[in-house]
C-alpha cells in the first residue's frame, strides 16, 4: 500500500513540477516588464505630443501671429480642447519641479557612524535639560 502511495505521489509531483500553476515567478515577472513597456510607451507619445505643440507655436510665432492670438490655440486630444500654450508653460514647471527633486535626492556616500549618532543625542539631551530646566525655575512662592 505504500508503495503504491509513494509511485502516486511520484507521479504526481513528476507530472505537476512544470505546470503553469506552480510558475507564478514568471508570470510576476512579465507582469511587470509588459508594465514597464507600457510606461515607456506611453513616455515617447508624451514626449513626441510636447514636441509637436513646441513646433506648432514656433510657426505661428514665425508666421506672424500676435502673443495674444498664440495663447488662443486650442488643439484637441482624446476627446479635451488643450490650450496649446498653458500646457507647455505647465509642462516647463512640471520639468522644473522633477529637476528640483533629483537635486534633493542625490545619493550621499557618507554613512552615519556609532559617534555621530552619540553626538546627536548628546545634543538633544542638553537642550531637553536646558528646556527643562528653564521651565522649573522658581521665583518667590509661583513657578517662572
Known amino acids: 500500500m505504500s508503495r503504491n502511495l509513494f509511485l502516486l505521489i511520484l507521479l504526481t509531483y513528476t507530472f505537476c513540477w512544470n505546470s503553469p500553476l506552480l510558475s507564478t515567478n514568471s508570470a510576476f515577472a512579465q507582469k511587470y516588464a509588459e508594465q514597464d513597456d507600457k510606461a515607456v510607451k506611453a513616455e515617447k507619445e508624451r514626449q513626441k505630443f510636447l514636441q509637436e505643440m513646441q ?12 502673443e495674444k492670438e498664440i495663447r488662443e490655440i486650442t488643439v484637441t486630444r482624446k476627446g479635451k480642447i488643450i ?10 514647471l512640471r520639468q522644473k519641479k522633477v529637476a528640483l527633486a533629483k537635486n534633493k535626492s542625490k ?3 557618507r554613512y552615519l557612524s556609532v559617534m555621530d549618532i552619540a553626538n546627536e ?3 538633544g539631551e542638553t537642550s531637553e ?9 522658581f521665583v518667590g512662592a509661583e513657578e517662572k
Do not use: N, Y
Open 121 to 123: 543625542l548628546e545634543v
Open 107 to 109: 545619493p550621499r556616500d
Open 83 to 92: 490650450h496649446i500654450w498653458d500646457f507647455l508653460e505647465q509642462e516647463k
Open 55 to 66: 513646433t506648432l507655436l514656433d510657426a505661428a510665432l514665425k508666421s506672424g501671429f500676435s
Open 129 to 137: 535639560l536646558d528646556a527643562l530646566k528653564d521651565k522649573s525655575i
